[in-house]
């Protein structure tokens, strides 16, 4: 046993956002785990995410992108602020029923941005743990 890891922190939220930019894991499957969370956790996650984005520098353009494969309407309060330039961030004060269409936006938006960023800046070898995540399948080296 590890000391590291505490239930349901930040580093699942981590993990799981990072395998559906990755492709390892579905969105569905994703909100599906998001759905079962608290409240106050998933606003804890919204934040997060946004953090995420943030960071990976997302553009107008991603945002439509992103918001073109979350499923969710154009129209809907998160795709809207996420496509503005800057994009606004606060999905966390959003009402309770728009939280699972913010975790889609969010999460596809940063696959968007952070898949642009490990086709170019990262290469094939980067430092950065969550591009060097364990494939669940079985790890077969492209050769
Ligand atoms: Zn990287």
């Known amino acids: 046993m590890t000391a590291t890891s505490s239930a349901d922190g930040h580093s699942q939220t981590e993990l799981i956002v990072n395998e559906i ?21 998933r606003r804890d996650v919204l934040q997060q995410v946004g953090g995420y984005a943030m960071q990976a520098h997302i553009t107008a353009a991603d945002g439509r992108a992103g918001v073109a494969r979350s499923g ?6 998160p795709s809207v602020m996420i496509c503005m330039d800057p994009p606004r961030y606060g999905f966390s004060g959003l009402p309770a029923d728009e939280h699972v269409k913010a975790f889609r936006v969010l999460v596809s938006v940063f696959a968007v941005a952070d898949t642009r960023r490990r086709h170019t800046y990262c290469k094939n070898a980067c ?3 969550w591009h060097n995540l364990p494939s669940p399948r079985s790890s077969q080296q492209p050769s």
Request: aromatic content about 6%.
């Open 21 to 41: 930019a990755q492709e390892l894991r579905t969105l569905d499957d994703g909100v599906a785990w998001f759905s079962g969370l608290s409240p106050a956790s």
């Open 72 to 77: 969710v309407k154009p129209t809907a309060n």
């Open 127 to 129: 430092g950065h743990p």
